[in-house]
């Protein structure tokens, strides 16, 4: 085939192609610039929905709350309250337990002959008198309770074996011992 056309209509078909393509270029970018500002939009839209649903629900969670105010402070001075109950159960002497724990750290056939106790008595060092049958049981005696973590500090004060009080239990056995503080809790 001939190609009849002059190169000047040549070159000006070859400009037309190109600029039906950039128009169709600038067409699809316009659309896209369309469609992204219709997408923003819509999202702007549910954004303030969401933003005013939210005001709303804290609004209506503080007037719930105000509701609630007298409950809160209540539970804020019970909790007060309990505190200061704990602190005074805390500062207890359990002077039952202090006994029961003496008894089980005397071993069998020792007798203890009278304890005064009162909360001045535990760390300090104080005078026990006891009464046993034997030397031996005196000596078991003095191991037991520096075995016990309820003793420190047992050192034998006297033993002697003229007892007048019994004729079962003829030696008597003086104690000077420290009751630890955390025996009465």
Same mark, same amino acid.
């Given at each position: 085939?001939?190609n009849?056309?002059?190169?000047e209509?040549?070159?000006?078909?070859?400009?037309?192609? %190109?600029?039906?393509?950039?128009?169709?270029?600038?067409? $699809?970018?316009?659309?896209?610039?369309?469609?992204?500002?219709?997408?923003?939009?819509?999202?702007? $839209?549910?954004?303030?929905?969401?933003?005013?649903?939210?005001?709303?629900? @804290?609004?209506? %969670?503080?007037?719930?709350? %105000?509701?609630?105010?007298?409950?809160?402070?209540? /539970?804020?001075?019970l909790?007060?309250?309990?505190?200061?109950?704990?602190?005074?159960?805390?500062?207890?002497?359990?002077?039952?337990?202090?006994?029961?724990?003496?008894? =089980?750290?005397?071993?069998? =056939?020792?007798?203890?002959?009278? @304890?005064?106790?009162?909360? +001045?008595?535990? =760390? +300090?060092?104080?005078?026990?008198?006891?009464?046993?049958?034997?030397?031996?049981? !005196?000596?078991?005696?003095?191991?037991?309770? !520096?075995?016990?973590?309820?003793?420190?500090?047992?050192?034998f004060?006297?033993?002697?074996?003229?007892?007048?009080?019994?004729?079962?239990?003829?030696?008597?056995?003086?104690?000077?011992?420290?009751?630890?503080? /955390?025996?009465?809790?």
């Amino acid at each position: 085939m001939i190609n009849l056309l002059s190169e000047e209509a040549k070159k000006e078909l070859r400009a037309a192609r %190109s600029n039906v393509t950039l128009l169709n270029y600038m067409l $699809v970018l316009g659309l896209g610039v369309i469609f992204l500002g219709i997408i923003s939009a819509g999202v702007y $839209v549910v954004l303030l929905g969401t933003k005013t649903d939210a005001e709303n629900l @804290i609004s209506a %969670s503080q007037a719930k709350s %105000s509701a609630y105010a007298s409950v809160e402070a209540q /539970g804020a001075s019970l909790r007060a309250t309990l505190s200061s109950a704990k602190t005074i159960l805390d500062q207890e002497t359990l002077y039952t337990k202090v006994i029961t724990n003496i008894a =089980g750290a005397m071993p069998t =056939g020792v007798i203890l002959d009278s @304890i005064n106790l009162n909360p +001045a008595l535990f =760390g +300090a060092p104080v005078t026990l008198q006891f009464y046993t049958k034997t030397t031996q049981e !005196a000596l078991t005696l003095k191991d037991s309770l !520096a075995k016990s973590a309820m003793f420190s500090n047992i050192n034998f004060l006297s033993l002697s074996n003229a007892n007048s009080r019994s004729s079962d239990y003829p030696i008597s056995v003086s104690l000077s011992l420290v009751i630890n503080k /955390g025996v009465a809790k």
